[in-house]
Nanobody
């Protein structure tokens, strides 16, 4: 019954912007850390960004910090990832994730073992 459905992926030129969305259903949305992972061609899936239940704390890997912004709207059961200044290296399938996890201050890492629910992914392609 739990579903995370991504949307908003597509093709964009380098330097452009795109916003991907994740609509959640079947779970108590406000109870969960929400975030995004991505998997580039030929690479393993990696953590990208997360936001806590209240929206007061956000976490980003260095590769996207300053360019991407994660947000959530608990009333709409939706999490967003605004991606600006996109680079070809950002090309990947972006996966929405939900789980119960506490980030450590000194490390930005969300082990996949602590992701409870996954979306099916949306493809973002950035051309040079």
């Amino acid at each position: 019954q739990v579903q995370l459905v991504e949307s908003g992926g597509g093709l964009v030129e380098a330097g452009g912007s795109l916003r991907v969305s994740c609509a959640a259903s079947g779970l108590t949305f406000s109870n969960y850390l929400m975030g995004w992972f991505r998997q580039a061609p030929g690479k393993e899936r990696e953590f990208v960004a997360a936001i806590n239940w209240s929206g007061g704390m956000t976490y980003y890997i260095d590769a996207v910090k300053g360019r991407f912004t994660i947000s959530r709207d608990n009333a709409k059961n939706t999490v967003y990832l605004q991606m600006n200044s996109l680079k070809p290296e950002d090309t990947a399938v972006y996966y929405c994730a939900a789980g119960r996890y506490s980030f450590r201050t000194r490390s930005v890492n969300w082990p996949e073992a602590f992701v409870d629910y996954w979306g099916k992914g949306t493809l973002v392609t950035v051309s040079s």
